[in-house]
């Protein structure tokens, strides 16, 4: 079965919700940011059902390049990027509903830095990943969940070996550690992993040396944690290459380098570890586009190679549902979010055929059940 949704480009009305969904623990909430140079309006919400992996279409809010998007952590809000390359690039507060899938335009800030392409938050502070400007943007969060101006402002290097991709800074990602004291920003073009240290009251400061580097050529781009916080992994755009490290008290210590592209495309993307931490996945873009699939051992953190799933043309995104069933992947290029089944033994990955037909996402998460 395939959802055509705003393949058209459909106006506000027809994708406004009619009614409200009555769910229950299988329904998840979830939105999809997409690229807006197409048909795409901005950021459209579904209701998920991880039990049976079917979505049904309930609103959407017009949003430039809302091409990455993160919500707090109770749901009620969401932080998504304007990711322009000019002086319009801004981190967006919007208010959601959960149980009808409204969207509603908070308030807009400026990051400053072109092409913001990640955001994350604590609940206190908002983080964006600036990918043109080669910086990394911190706003304040006031009770009401609306952005305050960027208060800071941290300025990545360019001294890789890549003439044309680490001529100029990149930051690619930046997210809070898992005991909430260090912040990580990926140093694209000086193949490093920035560290900051985040105090109590919320300022942020970094010292020279606190940074992690990597191999020369790799450009390291989406790093994530292991959910007992003992390990991250790093996926590198460049080198198409998984690094795991240990993790104590904000140090990154590597054990392990693995390939998860075999065909040296240098268009790897995104990386996730499924919810009980024994699988991890990476997408690789531009020759053989698709997800390596790699098993964990949870006590030492090392992968082995477990597999490959060929997708759609660009998956740029991933997302798991929290249950651990469904892995759904926006492949831009295909203008498609493609839905698989995990095998929860072996990690595979098994297309259900349920395709979500959007033009250009870029973009998926997943906001746990509401209760009525």
């Known amino acids: 079965m395939k959802l055509l949704y705003c393949m058209l480009g459909l106006s506000m009305a027809a994708c406004t919700p009619q009614k409200t969904v009555n769910s229950g623990e299988d329904e998840l909430s979830m939105l999809i940011g997409t690229y807006t140079d197409g048909t795409s309006k901005g950021i459209y919400s579904f209701r998920f059902n991880q039990k049976t992996g079917t979505a049904t279409p309930l609103g959407s809010v017009e949003l430039s390049n809302p091409s990455y998007l993160t919500p707090s952590e109770d749901g009620k809000f969401i932080y998504a990027v304007s990711e322009m390359n000019d002086s319009t690039a801004a981190v967006n507060a919007l208010a959601f509903d959960k149980q009808t899938g409204n969207l509603r335009l908070l308030n807009s800030e400026r990051t400053p830095g072109a092409a913001p392409c990640y955001v994350s938050t604590n609940g206190k502070e908002v983080l964006t990943a600036n990918y043109s400007g080669g910086n990394m943007s911190v706003f304040r969060l006031r009770k009401d969940g609306t952005l305050s101006p960027a208060e800071a402002l941290f300025k990545g290097t360019a001294n890789g070996p ?211």
Not at 191 to 201: A, G
Not at 273 to 286: H, V
Not at 310 to 329: M, Q, V, W
């Open 162 to 372: 890549d003439t044309i991709r680490q001529i100029v800074p990149h930051i690619h990602c930046a997210l809070f550690s898992p005991d909430g004291k260090y912040i990580f920003a990926t140093d694209f073009s000086a193949d490093r992993i920035l560290r900051f240290t985040l105090s109590s009251e919320g300022n942020i400061s970094r010292l020279p040396g606190e940074a992690t580097d990597i191999t020369p050529d790799s450009g390291p781009r989406h790093l994530t944690f292991s959910p007992n916080g003992k390990f991250a992994y790093l996926i590198n755009e460049l080198s198409g290459k998984v690094i795991a490290f240990g993790y104590t008290d904000g140090k990154l210590e590597q054990i392990q380098s693995i390939a998860a592209d075999s065909l040296q495309a240098r268009g790897s993307a995104d990386i996730h570890l499924s919810p009980d931490g024994k699988f991890l996945y990476a997408s690789n873009r531009l020759e053989g586009d698709g997800i390596a699939i790699f098993t964990v051992d949870t006590v030492n953190g090392t992968l082995t190679r477990a597999g490959y799933q060929p997708t759609g043309i660009h998956p740029r995104h991933f997302n798991i549902t929290p249950n651990g069933k469904y892995l759904l992947a926006a492949c831009r290029d295909s203008n498609v979010i493609q839905v698989y089944e995990r095998d929860t033994e072996n990690g595979l990955l098994k297309d259900t055929q349920q395709d979500i037909l959007i033009d250009k996402p870029v973009c998926v998460q997943f906001i746990p059940p509401f209760h009525n």
